[in-house]
């Protein structure tokens, strides 16, 4: 049973994108502020039952977490406002739902009886609520969705019946609604989040707090006017207005009051909310002293929303170096003809060449490490930023033309890049990569252990391809220097893998196996984006 002291559910209503996740997670960062220890949890309403396979340009990144699950990019939210370290337990689909159901209808545990929506996927549902939420004082749980949706209904009927189970007075129904400003009337309108807040209440919800997201501050009369129609306190309507920055969000749901509202609400006591290092952060990120530009040059579909974590790591670069930092995103493909490599990159401070699958835009990310390398350029490669940069070299350098990577011409002779051999016999797709948390030996003198100052570090993977062990020792030979490596025992590989690799005659040019941007937070900036922004910072001082 619910081991949690308390719940509180987010649903959104109007329209999508109206930023749950974020409005979550700041929910979250301001009860963690007042020393209250959270949990979040993410409820999917469609039915994949694997999201890792899902296309980012549809769905945004996949992120990765500790454990190795691949999963909705709004639990990179949470990590990143929150110190709640996520597991496989805290975001999960209809899909997974009813597989688990099915399943246990084919083991006959439901002894015969007629397997329905209402008790046993609901029971479900609820099952895997308080597993997520076990051992926390509050648990954050986010229905994905907008209310209304035919999907959403069955996760809505869930938290509906909660409060059964703990008891009203230990649930919050937050609502996140839009109120618009049409500029023809000059005013701001409620209609549209008065029958959200009546589509919630008809499938049984009472709404305890909304939150108004807005383009402006909403008065005490339209609050009012909220109020009265949507059956609550004028008190318990909160404007959340757009914010020049999601790291602003925290501080002005704080400045709004909503943080105290909830531990009235839910009777809790608290200390007082310590909010002076969001303070710090705005404060930077509103004046900062600096400003550098990075180009990032990946498949142009997938930018922004599907590279989400990468954006907000070199973001917190920034923060750390008191800098503004400007993506420019560049068109791998486009790198090639005539010129126009030249003047694509002519203007950034930093190249970064980040992770990705797939043969499209490779050899214009190849020729983009080429010109970082020769031109003495801030270079930054994630997993395959770093697999491309050792081909680049193997051919340049080492003088291997043919120097390739298993995934894109399996018949090289110079596999630089290749399956290691346990991912030799895996067939399938989906779940059979390296995944999660795995630990990396830095070695000393290097860059890379300069950047973290310490020699073991954890880093989390995504990707089926490694540096080959069999050209390893050649291509060291001209000069790369490979500067961290993984030597667990769990690998069949001997003589460990290939984490990190550094160029010496360089400022700087260093590459990674692992995705250091799942780690990055607001107030801890990893610290290779935090090295990475130093460099492309000192680069534009020339
Ligand atoms: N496609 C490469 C691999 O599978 C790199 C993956 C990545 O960049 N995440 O190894």
Redesign the pocket.
Same mark, same amino acid.
């Given at each position: 049973m619910a081991k949690a002291k308390k719940f509180i559910f987010v649903t959104g209503g109007v329209v999508s994108s109206l930023g749950k996740g974020l409005a979550s997670a700041s929910v979250g960062a301001l009860l963690e502020s007042r020393g209250i220890k959270v949990t979040m949890l993410k409820m999917d309403p469609y039915i994949n039952v694997d999201p890792g396979t899902m296309n980012p340009t549809q769905h945004g990144e996949v992120f990765v977490l500790e454990d190795g699950t691949e999963c909705d990019l709004d639990l990179g939210h949470y990590e990143r406002f929150t110190h709640v370290q996520l597991t496989k337990k805290n975001n999960f689909t209809t899909g997974q739902v009813y597989d688990t159901v099915i399943q246990n209808e084919r083991k006959g545990k439901y002894l015969g009886e007629t397997v329905q929506v209402i008790p046993h996927i609901t029971d479900e549902i609820k099952r895997r609520i308080y597993e997520a939420a076990d051992g926390a004082d509050v648990a954050l749980i986010e229905v994905g969705g907008t209310v209304g949706d035919i999907e959403s209904l069955p996760f809505v009927e869930a938290i509906r019946q909660v409060k059964f189970d703990v008891g009203r007075e230990n649930v919050l129904y937050l609502h996140l609604t839009l109120v618009p400003y049409i500029a023809a009337a000059g005013e701001l309108k409620t209609k549209p989040t008065q029958h959200s807040v009546a589509q919630l209440r008809h499938e049984g919800i009472e709404a305890d707090i909304l939150l108004c997201r807005t383009d402006r501050p909403l008065s005490a009369e339209i609050k009012k006017k909220i109020a009265l129609f949507c059956n609550l306190e004028a008190d318990r309507v909160f404007t959340a207005q757009d914010a020049d920055s999601i790291y602003e969000v925290p501080l002005n749901l704080h400045h709004e009051g909503v943080d105290d509202k909830i531990v009235e609400l839910m009777n809790m006591w608290t200390s007082s909310p310590q909010v002076n290092a969001w303070e710090e952060i705005v404060q930077k990120i509103k004046s900062p002293k600096h400003a550098v530009k990075i180009g990032v040059v990946g498949k142009y579909v997938d930018l922004k929303e599907s590279y989400k974590s990468l954006n907000e790591a070199l973001f917190h670069g920034g923060i750390g170096n008191n800098a503004k930092v400007e993506m420019k995103f560049i068109d791998a493909e486009q790198m090639l003809s005539n010129g126009s490599l030249e003047k694509a990159l002519d203007d950034v401070d930093g190249i970064l060449v980040? =992770? =990705?699958? =797939?043969i499209r835009g490779i050899e214009g990310k190849i020729a983009a490490i080429r010109y970082a390398r020769e031109k003495k350029r801030p270079f930054f490669g994630?997993?395959? =930023?770093m697999?491309l940069a050792v081909i680049e070299y193997s051919r340049s350098i080492v003088g291997w033309a043919d120097a390739n990577?298993a %995934?894109f011409e399996p018949n090289s002779k110079h596999l630089v890049?290749d399956l290691m051999e346990e991912q030799k016999q895996v067939q399938n797709m989906g779940g059979t990569?390296r995944l999660g948390a795995w630990e990396c030996e830095l070695v000393t003198g290097t860059r890379a252990f300069d950047a973290y100052k310490k020699s073991m570090i954890s880093e989390r993977h995504?990707?089926?391809? %490694?540096v080959s062990n069999r050209f390893r020792d050649e291509i060291a030979a001209k000069g790369m220097i490979f500067s961290g490596f993984c030597r667990d025992p769990k690998l069949a590989t001997k003589g460990g893998l290939v984490e990190m690799i550094e160029l010496r005659e360089h400022p700087y040019f260093v590459g990674c196996q692992f995705?250091p941007e799942f780690k990055s937070k607001p107030l801890a900036p990893h610290p290779l984006f935090n090295s990475f922004v130093a460099a492309a910072i000192a680069f534009k001082k020339g």
């Open positions: 980040p =992770g =990705g699958f =797939g994630i997993c395959l =930023g697999q990577s %995934e890049i990569m995504r990707h089926r391809y %490694e995705h």
